[in-house]
């Protein structure tokens, strides 16, 4: 499975946007781009994924390189609650191969 | 629309009995993934099973672990002769159909396995 690296941890404020980074330089044409987070003491929530193009949701978006070799997960407006392990997983088969993630720290 | 359920969320043993995790997917889901997160770790694949087959275990420990996905009821994890280094939440998660990624996995809110 090829490899994703995220920052260890970040912080940001509430209702200010954060952007998470993701770097997969060893990405296949197949792979999709996923991201899940995980609060404290809850199963992992999806989140967003895409192929090549940005995507939008509810929840965040996704701006993809052109090179496909790094992401980035956008917060539009943090809130206490997005506090939480953000995973970025490149899935090209049925299993998700989680790494370590990002922990965000949200400040009031 | 119900999301996945597992049950029990809390299970203690003590060393040396068996633990059955249960877990039912999303209405409509046949495809179930097993995941478990040892403390202070990352989650980490253990199977993959559609109805009545295993697809992919390549996760899972050779000896005491095994999993079923029947043709009706939830899939189940069981772990024989439970050891303290079994103690960690399993996270059950579903999806609809075969893909290559294309489509996103709902998890279960997990069990969280404790061994005496």
């Known amino acids: 499975d090829a490899k994703t690296t995220q920052p260890n941890s970040m912080e940001s404020n509430e209702e200010e946007p954060v952007h998470l980074p993701c770097n997969h330089s060893?990405?296949?044409?197949?792979?999709?781009i996923h991201w899940y987070r995980q609060l404290p003491s809850q199963g992992p929530e999806y989140v967003i994924h895409?192929?090549?193009s940005n995507v939008n949701n509810r929840m965040a978006s996704l701006a993809i390189a052109e090179d496909r070799k790094s992401s980035t997960l956008i917060l539009h407006r943090a809130t206490l609650r997005d506090a939480a392990v953000y995973y970025c997983?490149?899935?090209?088969?049925?299993?998700?191969?989680f790494g370590q993630g990002t922990r965000l720290t949200i400040n009031p | 629309n119900a999301g996945v359920m597992q049950n029990p969320r809390h299970l203690v043993r003590r060393r040396g009995q068996e633990a059955r995790l249960r877990c039912s997917p999303m209405?409509?889901?046949?495809?179930v993934y097993w995941y478990r997160q040892l403390p202070e770790e990352g989650l980490k694949f253990m199977v993959y099973?559609?109805?009545?087959?295993?697809?992919?275990e390549s996760g899972m420990p050779k000896e005491r672990f095994s999993a079923e996905f029947p043709k009706e009821g939830p899939s189940i994890l069981r772990i024989q002769q439970v050891v303290r280094g079994d103690s960690a939440a399993y996270f059950c998660?579903?999806?609809?159909?075969?893909?290559?990624?294309?489509?996103?996995?709902?998890f279960g809110p997990g069990t969280r396995l404790t061994v005496t």
């Open positions: 060893t990405i296949s044409g197949t792979d999709y």
């Open positions: 895409g192929l090549t």
């Open positions: 099973l559609q109805k009545e087959n295993i697809i992919d």
């Open positions: 997983i490149l899935r090209g088969a049925q299993k998700l191969v």
């Open positions: 209405k409509g889901h046949s495809h």
């Open positions: 998660a579903s999806s609809p159909r075969v893909d290559r990624g294309q489509y996103e996995q709902y």
